[in-house]
């Protein structure tokens, strides 16, 4: 099987934006997908975007995508990669997709000297979870994710009274 990885495309949006779908019904979430693919074109292709996306074929044909962003450690002084979303259709999985996608964005991260190359996964999704303790990844324990979003953000931000969007 040939595996190739290329950066996205803005004609690419739409499937982006189907994978993102795809993924969000695996992660049992398809309800919080609020994006359309008018702005996918405008997050990862316009003149503002701060992430970047890369599609992958295995021979030949569209098999799955990965979001990924800049970030900063203050304690190594360094940029990071922060791995967003990552996502193979199933029947391309056994195929060597995934590992590839991580296995490029690894060099990315060596290549501009990045610190860490990070990413969460859902606390049941022990599929993943193994395939990431594979490849030598560490689950980070000591560390809670914690998010502020939507109307909480927008009180927190602005006041008890503020106006939901």
């Known amino acids: 099987m ?14 982006i934006h189907r994978f993102i779908t795809e993924l ?5 979430a398809e309800h919080e997908v609020k994006a359309g693919v008018a702005d996918i074109e405008a997050t990862l292709f316009g003149s503002a975007a701060k992430a970047q996306a890369l599609m992958c074929r295995v021979d030949g044909q569209l098999a ?4 990924y962003f800049f970030s900063y450690s203050t304690w190594l002084g360094k940029s990071g990669l ?14 060597g997709a995934g590992k590839a996608l991580l296995k490029h964005l690894a060099r990315l991260a060596c290549e501009r000297d990045c610190g860490r190359f990070e990413w969460s996964v859902l ?5 993943a979870i193994d395939f990431y303790e594979s490849i030598g990844a560490k689950p980070q324990a000591e560390w809670i994710r914690y998010r ?9 931000a602005y006041g008890e009274n503020a106006v939901t969007a």
């Open 82 to 95: 922060y791995l967003e979303d990552l996502y193979v259709t199933p029947e391309r999985r056994a195929a």
């Open 148 to 156: 502020l979003a939507g109307d909480g953000l927008r009180r927190f």
């Open 2 to 15: 040939q595996i190739s990885i290329t950066p996205a495309q803005p004609q690419d949006a739409a499937e």
């Open 64 to 67: 799955g995508f990965a979001v």
């Open 123 to 127: 606390d049941w999704n022990q599929p």
């Open 24 to 28: 969000a019904i695996y992660e049992r």
